[in-house]
């Protein structure tokens, strides 16, 4: 069985620091990693995409992936209580464009403390 | 630009009734793909439709079926519901040549008594 795991929450954080977000991946084979943001009620909605090993940074937020250690994680800098939400790490597991299919974590909530 | 929508929002049915759910993807993208979030268990994919094909299908039973139409919008249908069929569905699309960058709608909320 493929997997996805992301570490237990919730995870608090207050107004200003760093929030650091992990994820394992079993297929080691896999290419292309994503991270969602989900408000609750709401469809989880598309922050960052990672495809090659080292650091993609967007703003506050940056994704790290290394693929040796099938490991990739989000760092928020100077977190704002509108970060406060339920992020998916999700890894495709299937050879892009010929088995596309995304395989996702449970999610960990994300609370930041003004 | 409108995004992706379904329909309906919120849906009720009883044990051994069959639904139809609704999704349009956005305007140019050719892939659907259909996921279920149900309480604790995260997202779980279902199936993918793309060119009105069924290009992949994730660990569910047969009464969880689909298809895709000529403008590119989908149904999912499922037969015989049971309890745990309650989740939120979600439906996402992405263009042909950029399969991995999924756009997700608001999701039908299903519940089953």
């Known amino acids: 069985q493929k997997e996805v795991e992301q570490n237990s929450g919730p995870l608090s954080v207050p107004e200003g620091a760093i929030a650091s977000l992990n994820c394992t991946y079993s297929?080691?084979?896999?290419?292309?990693f994503f991270w969602y943001r989900q408000y609750s009620g709401k469809s989880p909605e598309l922050i960052m995409s990672?495809?090659?090993?080292g650091d993609k940074e967007d703003g506050r937020f940056t994704a790290q992936l290394n693929k040796a250690s099938q490991y990739v994680s989000l760092l928020i800098r100077d977190s704002q209580p509108s970060d406060s939400a339920t992020y998916l790490c999700?890894?495709?597991?299937?050879?892009?464009?010929?088995?596309?299919?995304?395989?996702f974590g449970k999610g960990i909530t994300l609370s930041v403390r003004p | 630009e409108a995004g992706v929508t379904q329909s309906p929002t919120h849906l009720i049915k009883t044990r051994g009734q069959q639904v139809t759910l609704r999704c349009s993807p956005i305007?140019?993208?050719?892939?659907v793909y259909w996921y279920q979030q149900a309480l604790g268990l995260g997202l779980q994919f279902l199936l993918w439709?793309?060119?009105?094909?069924?290009?992949n299908r994730g660990n569910f039973p047969p009464r969880f079926s689909g298809r895709q139409f000529p403008n590119y919008s989908s149904e999912l249908n499922v037969n015989a519901l049971e309890l745990e069929d309650s989740a939120l569905y979600l439906c996402?699309?992405?263009?042909?040549?950029?399969?991995?960058?999924?756009?997700f709608g608001a999701g039908t909320r299903l519940s089953v008594l």
């Open positions: 996402a699309s992405s263009p042909s040549h950029l399969r991995d960058i999924q756009y």
């Open positions: 297929d080691r084979g896999s290419q292309s």
């Open positions: 990672i495809y090659s090993n």
């Open positions: 999700a890894v495709n597991m299937g050879v892009t464009g010929a088995n596309s299919k995304l395989t």
């Open positions: 305007s140019g993208h050719t892939s």
């Open positions: 439709y793309d060119e009105g094909e069924e290009r």
